[in-house]
């Protein structure tokens, strides 16, 4: 399979700009404050692993009309002038005292002076990246400014995905596919766990990832019970129901799926609780149809899990958004009423409890066409598969 083109082309960055501002221009925005990576990197292609430390602060600012302003440590201005980013404000960082405040206040006086509204995240899934003694004194220094809530706009616009980032999206759940296809050839009776983590994570990188800064799962007799412990060195023994939950990433976005498997034979209950979940997955393949809501889809699976477990494993949610984060909005929850719209990015994800507190996981990628949902990741076996 041919990767795609790395990065994007200017006119994807115009183009969200674009849409960004005409929301800010309907609800009366002068401009937006971003401080975390997926926003900054969404309106200015800056992408670096240099996030992981938190020592710096970064700061993108798009404004009502023309491009977005960066305001960054003086490390990362070689790496954003490769972008579409003219207007680049630096600072030598760390410095405690000032860490952009004075650049930020400069940037923003103007508004504060008019009395001005810029919109920042607010809301659910979002946080504040930067020290909040920063933001109180940034804050204090613009008296006039108000702040309003953006998590709508940024939501609304990063939940529908162009076809060039579903292109990325779908190249990287092929290679989670062709990585859990190699899983029967790795997995085996007296595996470590630790070392089956380690094999699948260089398959990954052999099959084309970037990265796989997520892998998750379980092994135990007849089931597991925890999927989101550090892996041990407990080996896998005949009997044993695995689970694999991979988050790889290729130019910055992420595939998410699991698949399971049963070691030397599946006990009746496990084979069971694996047809429910594959059946409720085809229920929200077949729900995933621009117009429904993702509570649509919650009970589409939801209806199928009841027949052996009415209360869905009680994780919340049968699936979310995905792109750019593991996890993006929205929630496939009772509580979600958000409107599928065409070129969303989901992961399907029902799970249950069965058994004396054993629980299974089954999660696909799709992304919503005008037509339904087409799957990104290739179809996990109809029947639980026997390594």
């Known amino acids: 399979m041919t990767a795609p083109d790395r990065g994007?082309?200017?006119?994807?960055?115009?183009?969200?700009?674009?849409?960004?501002?005409?929301?800010?221009?309907?609800?009366?925005?002068?401009?937006?404050?971003?401080?975390?990576?997926?926003?900054?990197?969404?309106?200015?292609?800056?992408?670096?692993?240099?996030?992981?430390?938190?020592?710096?602060?970064?700061?993108?600012?798009?404004?009502?009309?023309?491009?977005?302003?960066?305001?960054?440590?003086?490390?990362?201005?070689?790496?954003?002038?490769?972008?579409?980013?003219?207007?680049?404000?630096?600072?030598?960082?760390?410095?405690?005292?000032?860490?952009?405040?004075s650049l930020l206040t400069d940037l923003l006086s103007d508004h504060a002076q008019s009395?001005?509204?810029?919109?920042?995240?607010?809301?659910?899934?979002?946080?504040?990246?930067?020290?909040?003694?920063?933001?109180?004194?940034?804050?204090?220094?613009?008296?006039?400014?108000?702040i309003a809530d953006a998590t709508g706009i940024i939501r609304d616009l990063r939940m529908v995905k162009s076809e060039a980032e579903i292109e990325k999206i779908a190249h990287i759940c092929a290679?989670?596919?062709?990585?859990?296809?190699?899983?029967?050839?790795?997995?085996?009776?007296g595996l470590p766990m630790e070392d089956l983590f380690r094999a699948f994570r260089r398959e990954a990188l052999a099959q084309g990832a970037d990265d796989v800064p997520y892998l998750v799962g379980g092994a135990d007799t007849g089931g597991y019970s925890d999927v989101i412990s550090p892996p041990s060195r407990r080996p896998l023994a005949q009997g044993d129901i695995l689970m694999l939950d991979t988050g790889a990433t290729w130019d910055g976005y992420f595939c998410d799926f699991d698949r399971n498997f049963a070691i030397g034979a599946a006990d009746d209950a496990s084979r069971r609780a694996y047809d429910v979940l594959w059946r409720a997955t085809e229920a929200g393949i077949a729900a995933a149809q621009p117009g429904a809501t993702c509570r649509d889809l919650f009970r589409a699976m939801q209806d199928v899990i009841a027949e052996l477990d009415d209360q869905g494993g009680d994780v919340g949610r049968l699936g979310h958004g995905l792109g750019m984060q593991l996890t993006e909005w929205p929630s496939h929850a009772a509580w979600d009423t958000t409107e599928l719209t065409e070129n969303m990015v989901l992961t399907l994800e029902p799970s249950l409890s069965y058994g004396a507190g054993r629980i299974m996981v089954h999660e696909e990628n799709i992304v919503v066409r005008r037509q339904g949902a087409q799957l990104l990741t290739e179809r996990a076996a109809p029947e639980l598969p026997i390594i």
Not at 179 to 189: E, K, L, M
């Open 8 to 101: 994007f082309r200017e006119d994807e960055f115009a183009a969200r700009t674009a849409r960004a501002q005409t929301r800010m221009a309907e609800t009366g925005l002068a401009g937006l404050l971003l401080t975390t990576e997926p926003e900054v990197r969404y309106f200015s292609g800056y992408h670096t692993l240099f996030w992981q430390s938190p020592t710096r602060p970064w700061f993108l600012f798009v404004p009502s009309s023309g491009k977005p302003i960066a305001i960054i440590p003086e490390i990362g201005a070689d790496l954003m002038r490769r972008t579409w980013i003219e207007d680049i404000r630096t600072w030598s960082a760390p410095a405690p005292e000032d860490d952009g405040i």
């Open 115 to 146: 009395g001005e509204t810029i919109g920042l995240m607010k809301g659910h899934e979002t946080h504040l990246r930067m020290p909040l003694n920063d933001y109180e004194r940034l804050l204090s220094g613009l008296p006039g400014l108000r």
């Open 175 to 189: 290679i989670g596919s062709r990585t859990f296809a190699q899983v029967p050839d790795i997995a085996q009776a």
